[in-house]
């Protein structure tokens, strides 16, 4: 029973992560119907501003409560990962926009590849050490054993999870969103600076998977140039299964496959836990194309 | 237009006719020959995962290849070792193995340290009858790869009974839990070996659980392996891994110690693995304080030179450029097949890390082997397995047969701190 909720406790600290970079994922999937290789080497970005930025804090700033040292890394981890996203949609994909969706998808691979080997190039390959933003304290909450990073993995995620359904839903900006998500061209002929709002969510994205990678660095303190490998790809299927342009959906599909991994990786089948994300996305694809919380719409010829 | 042309076509058919350097000259002064440098060829892991154990063997060896050299070289030749990086990835060491014999022309390799790396490269060795030497690949069937290919140090049956046994018999523990990387063979071979003496003893494997090399997240498996209690937990891998295992088992309050094999040994390990390491053991080939006259010189010259405390990779990859410099003097000839067989002759030799004799499988019989202890952020000696000192099994039948559970190591001594 202890490790029943142990392992579901792990899961959802390792679920909340994904959930930020898939939310990434699944708004501009929502809005260009472009899946952003790159995302997944944002979120990287975003940890090896941590990383430096975190370093050099301690160091000239020792006195200040970690607390805001911390919050200032996070800060210029987002600002820093905001200006890549900004940079890689206005460079990348906006020549491309009305360029057929292959041509598209294959520069946003092409910018995965720059940024990984680009990284290797200018980190080093060699795994780095994530610093100690915060003291680690390790609560026991009756047998089930948790640390205070894992509780502000949570609480961060749902703070930004939280902003970002206000704006989405909230906001006039955020109605102009969902409009130029409904239909591109209709949106522009409304007088929607379209250009713009294609801008904001790759930032909006952009920062979302900067906070997870602070967050990322914070529970797993080893870093690459290739670690947003892994997590983007598996955040792209959480994005999937609750259904790619929803933003609660790649919310739930983020904590689902964070849960499931950890009850995978918990049992005698720890093998297999990389492979069942990617069995969880045939079985939707083949199941429920539009994932849990999508929409069907068959497509019109 | 047309002239832009003309002239681009020529100067690329200039370059595809005469562009090559003649071939013949580089063959001369590379090797085989009588005459100018020998040329060795070295693969390991400068960069990547298991950065630190590349970085230190190459310092080993070019420590040994400069005091050679300074003396005068070998057989009136200099000597030139040739690096290449295999970024700790098994494809990369078969492509630069394959690079050094084809291109460089090397007469000799050395390398590598994690048993899957040495064998992607070993085939490549032992069909171009290069003589290829291992200084800490401890997986036991890369010598058995072919006739070519030679070991500096211990194999893992020998590791992983060593450990079992001071776990079972000095520590007195019965439960034990094995977290095993299956990426790598190494850390399957070893943890295999360590669970079969385990039994053997009479302990208990309560849970057994794996993980994948570069994996971050190693909670799910730890919490399984909390639910059955052991009193120690086996992990054979790579000190990267093994630094956030630790941090994040005591994370999940366990308080357990880890137990492990040679792959722990870096610098890096109690950086990454901070406090959450303490108490924990492992094994390894020799230790830095070790009161012995050949250590001392050693490690004083590697700090010299290095500024740092030379690790046991270190030492290995010194000891086995050595055995390679002293083999080609015997041999006198950098050919292939005689040099492999004065190299298979290697006995008694002096090396850091005890004497070494090479067995008819190609490993070197009775290494020497002791346990560590991770006290106060410092490596402490807790145990010397001595099989040549030792008097339970005798030397000579220790290692030569590589798949027996005959090479029954002896505790020799138990010297503290």
């Known amino acids: 029973m202890q490790t029943l909720f142990q392992n579901l406790l792990n899961g959802i600290a390792a679920g909340s992560i994904y959930a930020l970079i898939a939310l990434g994922y699944t708004m501009v999937y929502g809005i260009l119907k472009l899946i952003n290789f790159a995302h997944g080497d944002v979120f990287m970005i975003g940890s090896f501003v941590g990383f430096y930025c975190g370093n050099a804090l301690a160091k000239s700033n020792p006195d200040a409560p970690p607390f805001v040292n911390a919050s200032l890394t996070m800060l210029l981890a987002m600002i820093i990962c905001a200006a890549l996203g900004f940079l890689n949609e206005r460079i990348a994909y906006r020549p491309l926009r009305n360029a057929p969706r292959i041509a598209s998808l294959i520069t946003a691979i092409g910018v995965s590849f720059l940024l990984e080997y680009g990284g290797q190039f200018v980190f080093g390959p060699d795994p780095k050490f994530f610093p100690t933003l915060i003291e680690k304290n390790i609560i026991n909450l009756g047998g089930v054993v948790t640390t205070n990073y894992q509780l502000i993995v949570l609480a961060v995620a749902i703070v930004f999870m939280g902003i970002l359904q206000y704006i989405v839903y909230g906001t006039k900006f955020g109605r102009a969103m969902r409009a130029v998500s409904f239909n591109f061209e209709t949106a522009s002929l409304m007088g929607i600076p379209t250009d713009r709002v294609i801008s904001t969510t790759f930032i909006i994205g952009s920062m979302l998977a900067a906070v997870a990678g602070i967050l990322y660095g914070l529970s797993y303190p080893k870093i690459d140039p290739l670690m947003g490998i892994m997590p983007g790809l598996k955040a792209f299927v959480a994005a999937v299964l609750g259904g790619i342009g929803n933003v609660p959906g790649a919310v739930v599909g983020g904590l689902v496959i964070g849960i499931v991994e950890a009850f995978v990786g918990g049992s005698q089948f720890s093998n297999y836990r990389d492979a069942i994300a990617f069995v969880i996305l045939i079985v939707i694809l083949l199941f429920r194309p539009s994932g849990l919380f999508g929409k069907y719409e068959p497509e019109k010829v | ?417």
């Open chain 2, 1 to 417: 237009m047309k002239k832009t042309w003309m002239v681009l076509t020529t100067a690329v058919l200039s370059l595809v006719l005469f562009g090559c350097p003649p071939k013949p000259a580089e063959t001369v002064t590379g090797t085989g020959g009588t005459e100018g440098e020998i040329v060795i060829g070295e693969y390991g892991s400068l960069t990547g995962a298991e950065a630190t154990f590349g970085q230190s063997t190459h310092n080993g060896i070019m420590l040994a290849m400069d005091e050679i050299n300074g003396a005068g070289g070998v057989n009136g030749r200099k000597i030139r070792v040739k690096t290449e990086d295999d970024q700790s990835k098994a494809e990369e060491a078969a492509n630069a193995v394959t690079k050094l014999i084809s291109q460089d022309n090397v007469i000799a390799v050395l390398g590598e340290v994690a048993s899957s790396n040495s064998l992607a490269a070993a085939p490549i060795c032992q069909s171009n009858k290069v003589p290829m030497i291992t200084p800490s690949s401890t997986n036991e069937r890369v010598t058995q790869v072919g006739d070519y290919i030679f070991r500096m140090c211990f194999i893992d049956p020998y590791q992983g009974e060593a450990m079992a046994n001071y776990l079972t018999r000095t520590l007195k523990l019965k439960n034990a839990a094995i977290l095993v990387d299956v990426k790598s063979d190494y850390s399957t071979g070893l943890a295999a070996n360590f669970e079969r003496t385990f039994l053997a003893n009479g302990g208990k494997i309560v849970g057994k659980q794996s993980y994948a090399k570069g994996d971050s997240d190693f909670r799910a498996q730890l919490t399984t392996l909390k639910g059955t209690k052991p009193e120690v937990i086996f992990v054979p891998g790579y000190y990267n891994d093994i630094g956030q295992i630790a941090i994040q088992a005591r994370d999940l309050g366990m308080t357990m110690p880890l137990a492990g094999g040679d792959g722990w040994e870096s610098p890096k390990l109690i950086e990454i693995g901070g406090k959450a390491l303490e108490g924990c053991f492992y094994s390894n080939h020799y230790h830095v304080d070790d009161p012995s006259p050949a250590v001392k010189t050693f490690v004083q010259k590697y700090q010299e030179r290095f500024g740092a405390q030379p690790d046991s990779l270190a030492a290995l990859g010194y000891d086995s450029a050595r055995v390679l410099v002293d083999a080609i003097r015997r041999a006198g000839t950098t050919d292939g097949p005689k040099l492999r067989d004065a190299i298979a002759a290697t006995t008694n030799f002096d090396g850091v890390t005890g004497k070494i004799n090479l067995g008819p499988d190609r490993n070197p019989i009775g290494k020497k082997l002791v346990v560590l202890q991770i006290t106060n952020g410092q490596l402490a000696l807790k145990d010397v397995v001595d099989p040549a000192a030792g008097s339970a099994a005798p030397a000579g039948t220790a290692a030569t047969d590589t798949s027996s559970t005959g090479n029954a190591p002896s505790t020799a001594s138990a010297a503290t701190n």
